[in-house]
């Protein structure tokens, strides 16, 4: 199974861009999708969940700004980022819990970096 993030850039602030989230893998399926990001030096952290039922979550961070959506049949999730602010610059990075039917797991893709300039 593989994670295939992309779509990030170099955007000024109050720009949008939209991140995606491929997986890939004989019979994979997703359950839960998420996106994560990390500025230097600073943790990792939660940015916005898909579950299965298509319930979502935010960071109170980015509430408002940017919404997480996900095409099932595709196996792919989506972040649209909008009203980008400097501090949004970061490593994003894209998470799924599935299975390809031989127990649940956790996979991580590459990060994608997003740099919003001021």
């Known amino acids: 199974v593989q994670l295939q993030a992309s779509g990030g850039g170099l955007v000024q602030a109050g720009g949008s861009l939209r991140l995606s989230c491929a997986a890939s893998?004989?019979?994979?399926?997703?359950?839960?999708m998420d996106w994560y990001r990390q500025a230097p030096g600073k943790q990792r952290e939660l940015v916005a969940v898909?579950?299965?039922?298509?319930?979502?979550n935010y960071a109170e961070s980015v509430k408002g700004r940017f919404t997480i959506s996900r095409d099932t049949a595709k196996n792919t999730a989506y972040l649209q980022m909008n009203s980008l602010k400097p501090e949004d610059t970061a490593v994003y990075y894209c998470?799924?819990?599935?299975?390809?039917?031989?127990?649940?797991?956790?996979?991580w893709g590459r990060g994608t970096q997003v740099t919003v300039s001021s």
């Open positions: 998470h799924a819990y599935g299975t390809t039917g031989r127990g649940y797991n956790y996979y």
């Open positions: 893998g004989s019979a994979f399926r997703i359950v839960d």
């Open positions: 898909i579950t299965s039922g298509g319930t979502t």
